[in-house]
T-cell receptor, first 110, second 116 residues
Framework: AQSVTQLDSQVPVFEEAPVELRCNYSSSVSVYLFWYVQYPNQGLQLLLKYLSGSTLVKGINGFEAEFNKSQTSFHLRKPSVHISDTAEYFCAAYGNQFYFGTGTSLTVIP | DGGITQSPKYLFRKEGQNVTLSCEQNLNHDAMYWYRQDPGQGLRLIYYSQIVNDFQKGDIAEGYSVSREKKESFPLTVTSAQKNPTAFYLC???????????????FGEGSRLTVL
């Protein structure tokens, strides 16, 4: 069965420090991969997506992610976080339907 | 601006009452979805629809019903048979039907239902 695993449920990080949010997927077929961000009591907003081509994907708000087929990973990174990055982050994969991870709560500490 | 509008934003109901959550999109997207979000559980698919007058059950359809009479609209009814209806409900759409290239999900702002 296809699934998405987000390895960290909570990630605290100091302002201006780098951050990595980890995501692994299981699949025996080609997938499309996504990262979404959710602020409290709001819907999900697309940060970035990997469909094909370059394995390094750049998104909005300075985020980027790297698709690693051999490790079945799609980790999200930002070199320097801001207070406004505090939110819930969801990794998702699409095979024949959308599969979501359980989310990572990023808290940026001033 | 194009987007997905969900209403109401917040809804309180007594046990045993049916409630209907509205979802309207002006993106001209073919497919629409309803997800339920509970803390620590991510998003779970309730129902989805790829074309008008057709819809399929997702992973947790019991206690819910939907209709798709218009391309733009996909309302969700939470019935009294849903044992634990208190949750955050998200409506979404994709440009194309389920396929190899369905495109990403576009989400509405969500509706928070609290059953008292």
């Amino acid at each position: 069965a296809q699934s998405v695993t987000q390895l960290d449920s909570q990630v605290p990080v100091f302002e201006e420090a780098p951050v990595e949010l980890r995501c692994n997927y299981s699949s025996s077929v080609s997938v499309y991969l996504f990262w979404y961000v959710q602020y409290p009591n709001q819907g999900l907003q697309l940060l970035l997506k990997y469909l094909s081509g370059s394995t390094l994907v750049k998104g909005i708000n300075g985020f980027e992610a790297e698709f690693n087929k051999s490790q079945t990973s799609f980790h999200l990174r930002k070199p320097s976080v801001h207070i406004s990055d505090t939110a819930e982050y969801f990794c998702a994969a699409y095979g024949n339907q959308f599969y979501f991870g359980t989310g990572t709560s990023l808290t940026v500490i001033p | 601006d194009g987007g997905i509008t969900q209403s109401p934003k917040y809804l309180f109901r007594k046990e045993g009452q049916n409630v209907t959550l509205s979802c309207e999109q002006n993106l001209n997207h073919d497919a629409m979805y309803w997800y339920r979000q509970d803390p620590g559980q991510g998003l779970r698919l309730i129902y989805y629809s790829q074309i008008v007058n057709d819809f399929q059950k997702g992973d947790i359809a019991e206690g819910y019903s939907v209709s798709r009479e218009k391309k733009e609209s996909f309302p969700l009814t939470v019935t009294s048979a849903q044992k634990n209806p208190t949750a955050f409900y998200l409506c979404a759409s994709t440009p194309k039907r389920i396929s190899a290239n369905t495109g990403e999900l576009f989400f509405g702002e969500g509706s928070r239902l609290t059953v008292l």
